[in-house]
């Protein structure tokens, strides 16, 4: 399983996962996009990936905005969003609560067998699925 992690997902969570988890590698925006990069530029590209990467989002708005919610259906990729509440963590909390959670993403993520939005909440710190479909209409 590839992962793509967007903008607002540290880019050193992904230099992190890639010496803790090589097996899965993960793919930081800033490897192959500007800072910056419209989330309707940056969509497409990763969706044209082979494989089709899981892709960690920190700001789950992305897929209620009317435009991207046509992107994102058409994709065939899931997403792992990060609870607000996550991302206004500091770094360090932020950093040992989502190595916790990581083995029940992967876990989740390998299972799926069509695209899936998964929702890490912070509360219980465990991962929670939506049906990615019903989530996008």
């Not at 990069?37 to 789950?60: E, H, I, N």
């Not at 040992?96 to 993520?109: E, M, N, Q, S, Y």
């Amino acid at each position: 399983m590839t992962f793509y992690s967007d903008e607002n997902i540290s880019p050193i969570f992904a230099d992190m996962l890639k010496h803790y988890c090589p097996e899965h590698p993960v793919i930081a925006h800033r490897d192959r996009f500007e800072q910056g990069t419209a989330d309707d530029v940056w969509l497409p590209v990763v969706a044209a990936w082979t494989p089709k990467p899981v892709t960690l989002l920190g700001d789950g708005r992305i897929l209620r905005k009317p435009q991207l919610k046509i992107i994102a259906r058409g994709t065939g990729i899931s997403f792992v969003v990060m609870a607000e509440s996550f991302m206004n963590l500091p770094f360090q909390e932020q950093t040992w609560k989502f190595f916790k959670v990581w083995p029940d993403i992967i876990r989740l993520t390998t299972k799926a067998r069509s695209p899936t939005i998964f929702d890490v909440k912070i509360r219980q710190m465990e991962v929670i699925v939506r049906h990615f479909t019903a989530t996008l209409q």
